[in-house]
């Protein structure tokens, strides 16, 4: 059974820090690239960060481009999403998501930029 359980969300200043972390299981992690996204009320889901699989190729949204990091463990079976300077309008709900067996999304976390 495939489960990918986010965590690391809350509310922070606009300027502030959050590190969000995805633990997988149930699915060959270490041969399967990941991503995080993003959900906005009335907007469509948008990927924010992509790790391949062995953590050599990453990519980002332009909005969040030289603010966020993305990495992974593959002992840990973790995929982490560092977010730094973060602005108001980075709030939303944020999804870790494999492509492995058709797609599995976890069950989101919420990250509020607020002052």
């Known amino acids: 059974q495939v489960q990918l359980v986010e965590s690391g969300g809350g509310l922070v200043q606009p300027g502030g820090s959050l590190r969000l972390s995805c633990a997988a299981s149930?699915?060959?992690?270490?041969?399967?690239?990941m991503s995080w996204y993003r959900q906005v009320p009335g907007k469509e889901r948008e990927r924010v960060a992509y790790?391949?699989?062995?953590?050599?190729?990453?990519d980002y949204g332009d909005s969040v481009k030289g603010r966020f990091t993305i990495s992974r463990d593959n002992a840990k079976r973790t995929v982490d999403l560092q977010m730094n300077s973060l602005k108001p309008e980075d709030t939303g709900v944020y999804f870790c998501?494999?492509?492995w067996g058709g797609g599995y999304w976890g069950q989101g976390t919420q990250v509020t930029v607020s002052s």
């Open positions: 790790i391949s699989m062995g953590g050599s190729i990453k």
């Open positions: 998501y494999t492509s």
């Open positions: 149930g699915f060959s992690f270490s041969s399967t690239a």
